[in-house]
DNA sequence: AAAATATGTGCTGAATAATGGAACAAATGA
DNA sequence: TCATTTGTTCCATTATTCAGCACATATTTT
């Protein structure tokens, strides 16, 4: 059967390599495991033999990503965890965001910033510039203190628990309306976890407002935000409450979107 | 060494299987990567040959790892980061808080819970009794409502950014001292936070006071916490205090060796 | 335009490298 | 005490992976 070799397979698959797919499936059923396993027990789970599972695991263990116990038993170790959490970190969320913050641009016309946490500031990494004639002004690559801007206190709003501590004593004031009593922002976060996205009433910039709703991974951890910063003059009565709706409704679409990447 | 073996070789290391090698290689150079990569860019970086390099993103994709992008570049997929995160969630607690919760348990004679969260609800996953002959006793692989017990309102004080908006509706009351109004376990998060250590007055049980602390991983989530449980009639003055302090700190050392391994 | 240099992908023969089974020592249980 | 079951080593066999080339597209340079 040299020609077809298969009548009924629409599809090409590509032969994989199978020393790595089997190593693959070790790691997989380690990290899968409540505790730790032995070579036999995953020879039989896996189908595999003795030596096989035995040299598969001696690799595994030599690249740091399997660990043996004393008494011959082997579990996964955090270093695949960093592994998986590196694809995270540097997840290009502007590419998954890109979407969304056009939608936002041109339904708002305002200025679109993308953000993620630097300590206790927000980094934008991406911005769509204003369309109107007055404008906000932050440049990519600027930073901004999480306590007051939109993005910042939507992202802090999430990890508000972790973050609590830290915010202490550093609640710095920037105008008459930035929060600086942890009493106050403790209200404003429960405010802000129930509304499910953050508004900023000028608290960085004099007259300027923004506003913001985190991004997350499917279980939940906060990478980053979605933020629209507009100029108070700009504002009629109702836009407010409108944009509002519009960066919760992009952060949620980007959200979506990272689950299936 | 009856003939020679190994002169110059001390230690002899086995030799281990290429392929899971490189294919390992190419998943942690695609997981590190800002971006998407070509299979020329993996190969001169990782010394291999394009054809090599194809052919184990081949395999990588097919098992869901890595993804190609429209324009024939690949990058690591969210399935990484999942196989990762499985080690968290499986680890073993268990045997990394064994000796602290031996600690606590000779310091305080009183019980001694490990927990975990699940949903709204902690479940105990070990559990040292108490030396005490008036006891409380949850058994392991119990559960408790996380609003209410010490270990509970530890993790929920750690994750309540996230955890805010599904307590709302869920703050059923056991005790006269229950927690029910979200206003007020707004104000008990916040002061649990800023303690590091959350306190039970009677909560769950009447009479029965707990005490927990939060255990977390390096980047700072929350894997699980350490409690002490104690009839009221135990407690002399004072003593209070004295296990909350131990409980901070026997979770800050669980937390600490958690780091390493 | 056109040539030149990239790129990713499909073959194929060659041989390396992974494989499975047998054999071993060391625990463990009957 | 013997009988299992464990993890580990070894080795001949061969199936598997590999490198190199060929090819089709892009992209860049001339």
Redesign the interface.
């Known amino acids: 059967m040299n020609e077809q070799a298969e009548a009924a397979a629409p599809k090409k ?2 032969r ?2 199978s ?6 499936m070790v ?2 059923a380690l ?6 396993k032995g070579v036999s027990e995953l020879s039989r789970e896996l189908e595999l033999t003795k030596s096989n599972v035995f ?2 695991l ?3 263990a ?2 740091g ?1 399997v660990q043996a116990t004393e008494d011959k038993l082997y ?4 270093k ?9 970190e ?1 997840f ?1 969320l502007r ?1 998954v965001a890109g979407s969304a913050m056009q939608m936002l641009s041109t339904k708002t016309g305002e200025a679109i910033y993308l953000a993620v946490q630097d300590g206790l500031n927000v980094v934008y990494i991406d911005k769509i510039d204003s369309t109107q004639p007055i404008r906000s002004w932050n440049p990519v690559a600027g930073t901004a203190p999480i306590h007051c801007v939109g993005t910042g206190k939507a992202i ?7 973050m ?2 830290r915010m ?1 004593g550093n609640l710095t004031k920037f105008t008459d309306r930035t929060i600086t009593s ?1 009493k106050f922002l ?2 404003e ?2 405010a802000t ?2 509304r ?1 996205y953050a508004i900023d009433t000028g608290e960085f910039r004099d007259r300027i407002r923004s506003f913001g709703a985190a991004i ?7 990478v980053g935000a979605l933020g629209v910063s507009v100029p108070e003059i700009n504002l009629e009565p109702g836009d407010q409450e409108r944009i509002c709706d519009l960066v919760k409704m992009a952060a949620e679409s980007v959200t979506h979107r ?2 299936q ?1």
Chains 1, 2 share one sequence.
């Open positions: 698959e590509p994989l390599d020393t790595l797919s089997k190593g693959l790691l997989e990290t899968a495991a409540k505790g730790a040299r598969l001696q690799t595994l030599a690249l990503y579990r996964a170790t955090l695949t965890w960093q592994v998986g959490r590196a694809v995270v540097n290009n590419d802090l709003a999430a990890s508000y628990g972790r609590r501590e202490i942890i403790d209200e976060m429960a976890q129930g499910g997350s991974l499917p279980d939940g951890e906060v990272l689950q990447i």
